[in-house]
C-alpha cells in the first residue's frame, strides 16, 4: 500500500463547476500536505501547502486536512479551462523528502 | 527571479550508455531534491542535499545511480549503464533551506528514453 493513495481519473467537469481532489495518506506522522499542479511535460508547481489540520484558502483554490480521517481535499471554484491539468497531492514528516500520490487528472471543458 | 533549470530537457540513451542530467537550483537555494517520475506516476524521491552534503540516498534505486553537488550549487544525477526501467522523467527541485521541505520549487524535469 502506497503512503498517500489518490484517485488518478481522469475528471471531467464544465467551465465554472467546483472541483473536489481528494488523497488518503497512511503515516499519521506526517505533519505537512501539499497540492502540487503539473500541466503536460512541465515540473509540478506549488499551489499551497497546510501544517497538520485545518482549511487553507488561496483564491479559487482551498485547501483541507481532516488528519482523524487521514484524509486531504482540494477545491477549486469556478474552474476555468486553463485548470486543466494533473494536480498532485503529496505529505511530508521529515525535512527532506515529499510523499507524492499518482495525481488526479482534470479536465475543465468549456 | 529565474527559476530552477535542468538540462537535456531530453535525452535519448542507448542501453548501457552511460547519462549525466544537470540540475541549476533557485540562487540562494540550500536544500537540492532529485525525484524520479514514471509515466502516469507521481514523482519518487532519490536523493537530497543540504550545500554539499548528500544527507539522504534512499531512494536510489540501485548502484548506478549517484548524485552530487560538489559546490552546493549545480547538481548532476549520474546514471551508468542504463536500462530501459531507467525511462522517466527525473525532476530537481530546490527550497531555501532544511526545515522548507514543504516549499519545494520544481524544474521542467529531463526527460530521459532508454532504448
Known amino acids: 500500500q502506497k503512503e498517500v493513495e489518490q484517485d488518478p481519473g481522469p475528471l471531467s467537469v464544465p467551465e465554472g463547476a467546483i472541483v473536489s481532489l481528494n488523497c488518503t495518506y497512511s503515516n499519521s506522522a506526517f505533519q505537512y500536505f501539499m497540492w502540487y499542479r503539473q500541466y503536460s511535460r512541465k515540473g509540478p508547481e506549488l499551489l499551497m501547502y497546510t501544517y497538520s489540520s485545518g482549511n487553507k484558502e488561496d483564491g479559487r483554490f482551498t485547501a483541507q486536512v481532516d488528519k482523524s480521517s487521514k484524509y486531504i481535499s482540494l477545491f477549486i471554484r469556478d474552474s476555468q479551462p486553463s485548470d486543466s491539468a494533473t494536480y498532485l497531492c503529496?505529505?511530508?514528516?521529515?525535512?527532506?523528502?515529499?510523499?507524492f500520490g499518482t495525481g488526479t487528472r482534470l479536465q475543465v471543458f468549456p | 527571479g529565474a527559476g530552477v533549470s535542468q538540462s537535456p530537457r531530453y535525452k535519448v540513451a542507448k542501453r548501457g550508455q552511460d547519462v549525466a542530467l544537470r540540475c541549476d537550483p533557485i540562487?540562494?537555494?540550500?536544500?537540492l531534491f532529485w525525484y524520479q517520475q514514471a509515466l502516469g506516476q507521481g514523482p519518487e524521491f532519490l536523493t537530497y542535499?543540504?550545500?554539499?552534503?548528500?544527507?539522504?540516498k534512499s531512494g536510489l534505486p540501485s548502484d548506478r545511480f549517484f548524485a552530487e553537488r560538489p559546490e552546493g550549487s549545480v547538481s548532476t544525477l549520474k546514471i551508468q549503464r542504463t536500462q530501459q526501467e531507467d525511462s522517466a522523467v527525473y525532476l530537481c527541485?530546490?527550497?531555501?533551506?532544511?526545515?522548507?521541505?514543504?516549499?519545494?520549487?520544481f524544474g521542467p524535469g529531463t526527460r530521459l528514453t532508454v532504448t
Open positions: 503529496a505529505s511530508t514528516y521529515n525535512t527532506d523528502k515529499l510523499i
Open positions: 527541485a530546490s527550497s531555501l533551506e532544511r526545515g522548507y521541505v514543504y516549499e519545494q520549487y
Open positions: 542535499f543540504q550545500n554539499e552534503a548528500q544527507l539522504d
Open positions: 540562487s540562494g537555494h540550500v536544500s
